[in-house]
Each structure stands twice: as C-alpha cells, then as structure tokens.
C-alpha cells in the first residue's frame, strides 16, 4: 500500500483534518489521528487498547506534544484543537504524509528534514515511535511530552483530584498509572531523558456526535494530563526510539521488528495474488484489522471506533474470513463458539467474546448462521464434521422456529415465519415510533428469505448424509414457504414484494432486505421472477459504494446525516448507504443475470470503483457508511471491516469464475 500526501494538499488545512490514518494489530489496539496528528474527533489516540471482554477500549495516551530546537531556535511541530483557536501550528512544518504500510510523516525545518515513523507490533499491544534526523547540519534537540488520557473512546476527561500525575522512573522505562483500574501505560527510551512535571492541557476541543450521553449544551471538550516531558538531541542522521506498552519488554531491536512487521502486512494470500493494487491493499488491511491473536483461540472482526461485536456481522464476515485466512482450527473454534451460544434455538445479538451472552436475541442469526455453514461445508467438504458437529444443531435451530421460541417467533400455518411484537424488535432494522413501540414486526421478509434458505440448506446436508426421510420433509416445508411467500407477500398494485405483513397490515416500503430475494444460496425468488426485483433494485437502492437501506421513493426515507449515525440512529435504517451489501449485489446479479462476460467485468468495475472511498477518510479503510444522497459522503465508524471482508469475498468469487471459464475454454 503506498499512499501519499505532498506539501501542497498537506497546507489545504480542510482537507488535511479529514484525512484520517489508522494503525491497528490484531489484538484490537489502535492508534489514529488526522494528518497532522490533531485529534478532532474523541476516539484518536496514539495508544488505544481493548480491555475486559474486548466489548470497550480506552485511550491510553492521546499524543505527544512535539518540539523541535535547532540553534535555539523552537519550531512547534504538533498542531490542536482548542476552543478558541488552532496552537500550535505546526501543520506548516509538514512536508510530506506516506502510508506504505506505516504512517510516514516528513518534516522540513529550516532546511532539516525530520521523519516520524509508527507502527504496532502485530501480536503484542506495543506500538513503536521512531524520530530520525536525516541531514547533516545541526543538531535537532527534541522535546517530546506525553499526553494522557485514560478513558474509553466515547467518553472526556477532566482534570480531577484522584488522578494519580506521578511519573515512576525505572531505569530507561518511565511507568504512568494515573487510574488503579486501568493498565500502566510503560514508555521504554534508548536515549536522551525523562523528567517528570505534572501540567493539565484544558480545552481540547472534538467535533460533535461522538460521545457517549454528553449533556445538551455542553461542548466536546477535555482535560489532558502531562505528567513530564522526554528530551533527546539527534546528531546528524541519529533516531530516537520510544517502545509504548502495557507490557514488560526486552527486544529493542527497531531494524528487526520494523522488517519483520512489514513482512507480515505485504503478505497477500495467493488467492489474491495477480489482482488489481487495490485488492492487494484490501486485503493486507483485513488481515491486520481481523482479531486473530494467540490469547484468541476465535476470531473477532472489530470495527473502529466502537467496539460493539455484533454476532450478525460476525456471520456475515466469516465466508470472506474463510477464504482470507485459511485456518480452519480457528473457523471452526468461531463456529464452536456461536453453537456454545445458542439457546433455544437463537443466537444473541451481540457475539461475546467471554463470559455469558446476554439474553437479547434477533431471528436472522441463527439462520444467518445456518447459511455460512453451507458455505463452510463447501469449502471444507467434510462430511464427519457435517455428521458430528453441525447437523443436530442446525436442527434444533429449525425445529424451535418451526415448534415456536422465546420472543413470539414461530412458524405459523402458512409455513411462514411470524416474529417479534411491539414491544419486542426481532429485526436487523430496528425500526420504532415516537411512543417506543416496535414498527417492524410480523412476518418479514428477510427472516422468511432466510428461513426458506436454511430449509433448503437443511435438505441439502440430509441429502449429503444420506437421511432420506429427513431430507423428504425438508423439502416438503421449503415448497410451502416459497408457495406462501409468493401468494402473501406480493404486492400486485406496486408490482413488487411486501416489507413486512401481519394480520390486515401489508408495509409498502422498499428496503435493502429486497436483496436477500435474490442473493442468497438458495433464493426464494426463481431467475425470471427476480429480475424486475433486481431491476428495481438497481434503480432505487444501488449506489457506487453500495445499497441503500430504504428506497427515496419510500416515505422517510433521509438522504442527508447530521454528525455521526450509528446503529442507534433511524438515519441509519432511513437510507444511509451500506458498502458491505455490495458483496450481497455481486451475488444477485450472478444468480439472476448469469455469469457472461460482459456481466464479470460490470461487477468487476463495480468493485473497483470502491477504492474511491478506501484510500477517502479512513486512509486504507472503509466507513461503516454513506450518505444516500450524492456525493455518498462518508459517516459511521471509521473503519468497519465487514466492508473490507465482503469486497475481497466478492473478488475472490468473479475471480473463481473467470479461472473457472478459462479452463473450459482450454
């Protein structure tokens, strides 16, 4: 990955403060600023880690204050936000910004060219700062302050009486514990010194729309504690190393661990090998962002800067994750943990690292989870493991639908699946009114394209393991589904599917759960009868970067976000564009359109033209989401990695298809 800044883009300040970089390894930790190292939003940092459960992270040093002197002249290099103004300037100093793979910054002082190098060891929370001095000429005398922070990432902190301000000195390691419940935070230096004096910075200021319960009125403000400042004077062509962690180290060999961390993220899979750069770029940044570390016999897939682990997207990222890591003790240890968490045939909501799932469950993830399974199987074609540990829970998943669970979801005598009520959201659109009551409940139709879909499965695995019986009925129960959702969710008037039906209700709204119609293995929707879907699809939802979540001719419908839209916002649900669900239309278009040429390099170009957005906000990241209006301006989380996961998933399968095509062409 090479991405590159000059000096004249870096003086553009507005563009430069938008411009967001991100480090992160695979145990979760992260650092992340602006170009210029201002932080203006509340989750950068220069030091975040997971903690408990990997549910929260907290920022643990928010930057370092950076001062340059040469012949005694000062030379301010760090730049922030305040209420009252931008101090210091130090913007003006950068010369240059690279990412290739780690963030490179350049700054030229009077002549003097000085670099600042970063990047955290993949498997250990440490993160490695390197200056260098790269001219001859005078010498550069550094005066480094850290900055901390000690909060999560949606919270502020404020200068307060029980903060601990001391410093504790340990040969060339200085150890900050400013709160007992927190990890220490340990600065090894190789050269130069430390010395401790306790001074607050006041007034950081962030853009709005990113903390957690912060009082109307009250400004995104915080306190930062300097508990002391590193001095060190770089001769010519000399660096200076800081080694930051919460762990005790001994290697200090910035060479090696430098080559050794390169080597790791330049390594693409072979079955990227031969694509276009921005599929090598994909999926270098999805094997660091991927939570697969040897503390973690599972893998998680984060998002930044939240940290909530959904298990929906789990289960939506796990067939890219079986192709991008190609480790199947640790698939199967995730596929072992979701059927640990199943109670009553449901899964939970949200996918738990440790401890006990809490008791909030949806009605797609079991079959969502139903549905990998079956791409698993493929992809392993290992019938004992089908025999022994996924058959029996794939039943129990259906035989509670079917028999009836918690949360009022059964399958009611049209063989359609019924669920949820209006106090109980069993949806992934979580969709309420003004008085808190649940809109999207009843028979849905992305619950009951699943629930065919699963049904379909599950004849499937009884065919492959030879229960005649079994398989018999599964088929019978998949016929009737299919008869009753085409005779009660179609709408004749509208010439198209209904959202949701129950009782005398029929909603009319036009959603991004159209597409499950078409997309999934086995889609309740033959060839000829989805491609009016399709097409209407592709002219009410499709965007360059994705689907939106509701149609603009759907009343509600907001093609413009105010700040940040998360999962608790209705924008989110109201037409904000969803990047992953590319992955989802790349499928559609294959089941409903074929697989022609001309149709491969239309998909291909599609994908392609996502790297607008990759090399956008997030530098080698994609946003969690888009606007539904143009431009399709980027909002959500920074990085959201299912994004990343389901491009590489959809380039793996057109490229499959095209090695697939050449050999018969042989």
């Not at 999926?283 to 016999?297: F, G, H, L, N, T």
């Not at 009660?488 to 008037?493: D, H, L, P, R, V």
């Not at 790297?611 to 209006?629: M, N």
């Amino acid at each position: 990955m090479n991405i590159q800044f000059e000096h004249n883009q870096l003086q553009d300040f507005n563009f430069a403060i938008n411009k967001e970089w991100f480090e992160v390894n695979n145990n979760g930790a992260y650092a992340c600023s602006t170009l210029y190292g201002l932080n203006n939003q509340p989750y950068h940092g220069l030091f975040a880690i997971p903690i408990g459960t990997l549910n929260e992270r907290v920022i643990l040093l928010s930057k370092f204050e950076e001062s340059v002197f040469i012949d005694n002249h000062i030379h301010e290099i760090s730049t922030n936000q305040y209420t009252d103004a931008v101090y210091p300037d130090g913007f003006k100093y950068l010369h240059q910004f690279r990412l290739n793979p780690f963030p490179l910054f350049t700054y030229v002082l009077n002549r003097q060219r000085l670099e600042k190098t970063l990047f955290f060891v993949h498997d250990q929370n440490t993160l490695v700062v390197r200056y260098a001095n790269k001219n001859q000429g005078p010498a550069l005398h550094l005066i480094l302050k850290p900055i901390i922070a000690y909060r999560k990432t949606t919270e502020l902190s404020e200068q307060l009486p029980y903060i601990n301000t001391d410093s504790y000195l340990e040969g060339r390691m200085v150890r900050f514990a400013p709160k007992s419940e927190l990890p220490a935070l340990n600065i090894y230096y190789l050269k130069g010194e430390y010395i401790p004096a306790p001074l607050w910075y006041f007034h950081y200021k962030y853009l709005p729309g990113y903390i957690d319960n912060l009082p109307e009125g009250r400004q995104p403000i915080e306190d930062l504690l300097n508990p002391g400042f590193f001095t060190c004077t770089l001769e010519a062509y000399e660096t200076l190393e800081l080694f930051i962690s919460v762990d005790r180290l001994t290697n200090f060999d910035y060479d090696e661990m430098y080559r050794r961390e390169k080597d790791y993220r330049s390594h693409v899979p072979v079955i990227f090998l031969g694509g276009s750069a921005f599929t090598a770029d994909l999926a270098e940044k999805a094997r660091i962002s991927v939570i697969s570390s040897k503390d973690q016999p599972a893998i998680f897939l984060p998002s930044y800067h939240t940290y909530q682990l959904l298990t929906r997207e789990m289960l939506l990222s796990l067939p890219g994750l079986s192709i991008l890591l190609d480790d199947t003790t640790k698939i199967k240890n995730t596929i072992e943990r979701c059927l640990s968490t199943i109670a009553d045939g449901l899964l939970p909501l949200r996918y738990p690292p440790g401890g006990m799932p809490v008791d909030d469950r949806c009605a797609d993830n079991s079959l969502l989870f139903i549905n990998f399974l079956y791409f698993y199987y493929h992809l392993l074609k290992d019938k004992i493991y089908l025999q022994q540990v996924l058959f029996n829970p794939c039943q129990s998943i259906i035989d509670a639908y079917r028999l009836g669970t918690r949360h009022n979801i059964y399958c009611d005598k049209d063989n359609l699946i019924f669920s949820g009520d209006q106090d109980t959201n069993t949806s992934w659109i979580p969709l309420r009114d003004q008085n808190g009551k649940v809109l999207r409940y009843g028979k849905l139709l992305e619950i009951n394209a699943l629930w065919y879909n699963a049904l379909k499965i599950m004849e499937y695995f009884c065919k492959e393991l030879k229960k005649k019986s079994l398989m018999k009925r599964f088929n019978r129960m998949a016929v009737n589904c299919q008869n009753s959702f085409l005779i009660y969710f179609w709408n004749g008037n509208d010439k198209q599917f209904y959202d949701l039906i129950r009782e005398n209700y029929m909603d009319r709204s036009f959603r991004i759960n159209q597409i499950m119609l078409l997309s999934l293995p086995f889609p309740i929707l033959e060839a000829k009868s989805a491609q009016p879907v399709l097409r209407q699809i592709e002219t009410e939802l499709l965007t360059p970067f994705g689907l939106r979540s509701l149609s603009p001719r759907t009343k509600g419908y907001m093609g413009r976000i105010e700040f940040k839209s998360g999962k608790n916002n209705p924008s989110y649900y109201l037409g904000a564009v969803w990047p992953w669900t590319a992955g989802w239309y790349v499928d559609a278009v294959l089941q409903s359109k074929g697989r022609d040429s001309a149709t491969l390099t239309y998909l291909q170009q599609f994908i392609e033209g996502f790297s607008e957005l990759f090399y956008d906000r997030g530098l080698g990241y994609i946003s969690e989401l888009c606007e539904g209006d143009e431009p399709y301006t980027a909002n959500g989380n920074l990085v959201y990695n299912l994004n990343l996961i389901e491009l590489l998933r959809s380039i793996y399968n057109l490229e499959n298809i095209k090695s697939k095509k050449a050999a018969k062409g042989k």
